[in-house]
């Protein structure tokens, strides 16, 4: 048996999450019965991120594990041939067998997408949440030095929420504005449920003045989800990025024992 990795870029508009569910079409579901069609066996994918319904990702990372002899490298062609035009796999290389694309991660990229403009887009409405009241740009941006570090990030949590610990660190966290699409990127070691929606849910209301900027500040200080804005919507949500320490392509399970 060899182990793969994959890389899928997915438009989670008609889908019902990653992970497979009971009651509707979930992108884990599709990808894994192309897969068992190409290798000539049943086979399940293990992702490193299971994002919600209507999220989109241009960087998903699954692991499998086949007798197949098809090359690694090879996957995006045999794949792109069986998917749905909004799941593509963009890369497949070889793995050792103790890696896991979930708990080997060592952080990932998130990226949030808002249309501030009267009256939106009709062609960026699947990826971008439409916002007609006018954002100050400046507000938001001096909100967010306050998520930057290792916190307590309890606040940030939607009900629902399985994490053993709420202690986070986030890496950098931006906003951009190209005329009337804003563009939030939030890089972390891990995020709680929600996370990233809250974030952007909040900067909104910052952006508004609905909000004072040392929200996140007071936030992160209390402990209180209250403090906060509402959980934005999914679809402008996109898993951007899963990053890896070099030792999990090398070492695995050195590397999980030291965890």
Known sequence: MSRILLTVEYDGTNYAGWQRQLNGLAVQQVLEEALSRACGETITVTGA???????????????????SRIPPEKYPFVLNT??????RVHAGQAVPP???ARFLAAGKRYTYRIVNSRHGSALLRHTHVHVPVPLDIGLMRASLPALTGTHDFAAFQAAG???????????????????AVFTLTVSGNAF??????????TL??????????????????????LALGPTAPPHGLELTEVFYPEAAFTDPAGLRWHQ
């Open 49 to 67: 991120s299971r994002t919600d319904a209507g999220v989109h990702a241009l960087g998903q990372r699954v692991h499998f594990d086949t007798a």
């Open 82 to 87: 069986l998917l749905p035009p909004d799941i």
């Open 98 to 100: 103790d890696f896991h």
């Open 161 to 179: 929420g399985t994490a053993k610990t709420t202690l986070r660190t986030i890496h950098s966290a931006e906003i951009v504005q190209d005329g």
């Open 192 to 201: 709680l449920y929600n996370m990233v929606r809250i974030i952007a849910g």
């Open 204 to 225: 909104i209301e910052i952006g508004h003045g609905k909000l004072s900027p040392d929200a996140f500040a007071r936030a992160i200080e209390s402990g209180d989800r």
